[in-house]
């Protein structure tokens, strides 16, 4: 079974203060890797998709990273509109069919000004 | 353009009641997705439709829940005899379409559902 394990749970950083989060996974072979950001009340929002490792993408202040067993989420001089819950998820490689997309429980990010 | 939208956003109902939730994607999406997100827990996939193939029901937690797509587009997720344990909140997505290479889901608001 595809499992996503994210940490932390939360994180609190001061503005301007950088960091990451992780995305830990366990698939049998991995189609691709997905960043979403989701706001209270509001569905989640696509950032980035990964497909192979070594793999990075970049949007603002965001990068995301990609190896065989996990992904970073880098976080440079964030502001407090960065303050969100960061989901991963990741597709399983498969013949015919849909392949589930498995979410992890996310990563609640708050930024102090 | 519009993006994915649901009514209602939130519903409070009786317990044993049936609810209808309604989802109406991204026009051209091909592919949708119904949720299910818990406090403190992971989304939970439901069901899936992609075009005129048979959907992927194998998320479906009970025979209570069900889910229909009309004409390839608005889709309504029925709940009978809604128990306690139904209360989340009911996201749906859709993509452009699937293929080798899954494609970003985009999602709507989502419906909190309650269940007194």
């Known amino acids: 079974e595809d499992q996503v394990t994210q940490s932390p749970e939360a994180l609190r950083l001061q503005e301007g203060e950088s960091s990451s989060l992780n995305c830990s996974y366990t698939?049998?072979?991995?189609?691709?890797l997905f960043w979403y950001r989701q706001d209270p009340g509001k569905g989640p929002e696509f950032l980035f998709t990964?497909?192979?490792a070594g793999e990075e993408k970049e949007k603002e202040r965001l990068k995301a990273t990609l190896t065989k067993k996990e992904s970073f989420l880098h976080i440079t001089a964030p502001k407090p509109e960065d303050s969100a819950t960061y989901l991963c998820?990741?597709?399983?490689?498969?013949?015919?069919?849909?392949?589930?997309?498995?979410f992890g429980t996310g990563t609640k990010l708050q930024v102090i000004p | 353009g519009a993006g994915v939208s649901q009514s209602p956003s939130n519903k409070v109902t009786e317990k044993g009641k049936d609810v209808e939730l309604r989802c109406d994607p991204i026009?051209?999406?091909?592919?949708l997705y119904w949720y299910r997100q818990s406090l403190g827990q992971g989304l939970e996939f439901l069901i899936y439709?992609?075009?005129?193939?048979?959907?992927?029901k194998s998320g479906l937690p009970s025979d209570r829940f069900s889910a229909e797509r009309t004409g390839g587009s608005v889709s309504t997720l029925t709940i009978q005899r809604t128990q306690q344990e139904d209360s989340a909140v009911y996201l749906c997505?859709?993509?452009?379409?699937?293929?080798?290479?899954?494609?970003?889901?985009?999602f709507g608001p989502g419906t909190r559902l309650t269940v007194t």
């Open positions: 997505a859709s993509s452009l379409h699937f293929g080798r290479v899954q494609n970003e889901q985009y």
């Open positions: 698939v049998s072979g991995l189609r691709g």
């Open positions: 990964l497909y192979s």
């Open positions: 998820a990741v597709q399983p490689q498969g013949s015919g069919g849909y392949q589930k997309v498995t």
């Open positions: 026009s051209g999406h091909t592919a």
């Open positions: 439709f992609q075009g005129n193939s048979a959907p992927d």
